[in-house]
Nanobody, 126 residues
Framework: QVQLVESEGGLVQPGDSLRLSCTAS?????????MAWFRQAPGKDREFVAA?????GTVYGDSVKGRFTISKDKNTGYLQMSNLKPEDTAVYYC?????????????????????WGQGTQVTVSS
């Protein structure tokens, strides 16, 4: 069993930066994990933010390209968010799939991930 624990989000101003982390505990990942971030704003569907494959390949949602950067080490994923906008306000969830089976074209699909964090609130407001 794997547990994913996200760092605290917070309240930031437009234009600020914030880094989220997601640490996996329990079963150790083999080094082939794919990790991803999704977000959900009130009244909206869950939205793909970014994902990183074990090989280093990354995919980003259109709304965050050029502003967010995803990275990971063995058991921790990171989401560096820059130039934050009010529309980035949401609960952010990390997700992981440890076997390495997800292909690049499917990394944005939430159904591909079998482990999820509890979510952390990020609010961007002046």
């Amino acid at each position: 069993q794997v547990q994913l624990v996200e760092s605290e989000g917070g309240l930031v101003q437009p234009g600020d930066s914030l880094r989220l982390s997601c640490t996996a505990s329990g079963r150790t990942f083999s080094g082939r994990a794919t990790m991803a971030w999704f977000r959900q704003a009130p009244g909206k569907d869950r939205e793909f933010v970014a994902a990183i494959r074990w090989s280093g390949g990354t995919v980003y949602g259109d709304s965050v390209k050029g502003r967010f950067t995803i990275s990971k080490d063995k058991n921790t994923g990171y989401l560096q968010m820059s130039n934050l906008k009010p529309e980035d306000t949401a609960v952010y969830y990390c997700a992981a799939e440890p076997s390495g089976r997800i292909i690049m074209s499917a990394m944005s699909l939430s159904v591909q991930y079998n482990y999820w964090g509890q979510g952390t609130q990020v609010t961007v407001s002046s």
